[in-house]
């Protein structure tokens, strides 16, 4: 039999479970190994109880004469540190003392208040907030096909794309097979308007009196 109370020292604590290896060079002393959360190991060296003739722990306090309490455990060391932290001193002794007085209230220089679970809690956050210098995203607009290229270019260049509708279209799928961006609108419409706008005609007279239209 092995006792591993003694571990709750390290970490081990009840219930755990770990792995045991006889050890051959020192046996009958055993490898008891636990595996940590963070994926190290810890191992420890445990020897069998010794027994006397009746089968009895020779370690055990005698009965009438002695009592012995069970090793700490983690738990129980955490809360012996809680308690002598929350009134500010390294003895235990005096840390149980103030804990058991009335007149003494943990974590008094720490600035906290003990009453702040039961205090109204703010409605809103007081801290102001702070802005943030941050680029607006900016959507291209969609092309248009020809078909709507040609409605628009259509309006905006009246009696230009009346004259010749064909060669107009023509341009568009010369210059843009796809898709027409909207952006290139204003470029084509300048584009149609040179070529097939209407000219004014002009009169040129002639010494004989003959006038031509041009």
Same mark, same amino acid.
């Given at each position: 039999?092995?006792?591993?109370?003694?571990l709750?020292?390290?970490g081990?604590?009840?219930?755990?479970s770990?792995?045991?290896?006889l050890?051959?060079?020192r046996?009958?002393a055993?490898?008891?190994?636990k595996?940590?959360?963070?994926g190290?190991e810890l191992?420890f060296?445990?020897l069998p109880?010794?027994k006397?003739? *009746?089968g009895?722990?020779?370690?055990?306090?005698v009965?009438?004469?002695?009592?012995? $309490?069970? /090793?700490q455990?983690a738990? %129980?060391?955490?809360?012996?540190e809680?308690?002598?932290r929350a009134?500010?001193?390294d003895d235990l002794?005096e840390?149980?003392r103030?804990?058991?007085a009335?007149n003494?209230?943990?974590?008094?220089?720490?600035?906290?208040?003990a009453m702040a679970?039961?205090r109204?809690?703010?409605?809103y956050?007081?801290?102001?907030?702070?802005?943030?210098?941050?680029?607006?995203?900016?959507?291209a607009?969609?092309?248009?096909?020809?078909?709507q290229a040609a409605n628009?270019l259509?309006?905006m260049c009246g009696e *230009?794309?009346a004259?010749d509708?064909?060669?107009?279209n023509d341009?568009?799928?010369? $210059?843009y /097979?796809?898709s027409v961006? %909207?952006s290139?609108l204003?470029?084509?419409?300048?584009a149609?308007?040179a070529?097939?706008?209407?000219r004014?005609?002009t009169?040129?007279h002639f010494d004989?009196?003959?006038?031509c239209?041009?």
């Amino acid at each position: 039999e092995y006792d591993l109370r003694e571990l709750g020292y390290h970490g081990l604590s009840s219930g755990d479970s770990v792995t045991v290896r006889l050890n051959p060079f020192r046996a009958p002393a055993v490898m008891v190994i636990k595996a940590m959360p963070d994926g190290t190991e810890l191992r420890f060296e445990v020897l069998p109880i010794e027994k006397d003739e *009746a089968g009895r722990d020779i370690t055990a306090p005698v009965i009438g004469e002695e009592y012995r $309490r069970l /090793p700490q455990t983690a738990a %129980e060391r955490r809360l012996q540190e809680i308690k002598k932290r929350a009134y500010g001193t390294d003895d235990l002794e005096e840390a149980e003392r103030a804990h058991k007085a009335r007149n003494r209230q943990p974590f008094a220089g720490a600035g906290m208040d003990a009453m702040a679970d039961v205090r109204e809690a703010p409605q809103y956050l007081r801290r102001s907030g702070r802005a943030l210098d941050v680029e607006g995203k900016t959507a291209a607009p969609v092309p248009l096909n020809r078909a709507q290229a040609a409605n628009r270019l259509m309006e905006m260049c009246g009696e *230009a794309w009346a004259a010749d509708p064909v060669a107009c279209n023509d341009l568009i799928r010369a $210059r843009y /097979p796809q898709s027409v961006p %909207e952006s290139a609108l204003p470029e084509l419409a300048e584009a149609i308007m040179a070529r097939f706008a209407p000219r004014a005609a002009t009169i040129t007279h002639f010494d004989g009196g003959v006038a031509c239209a041009n």
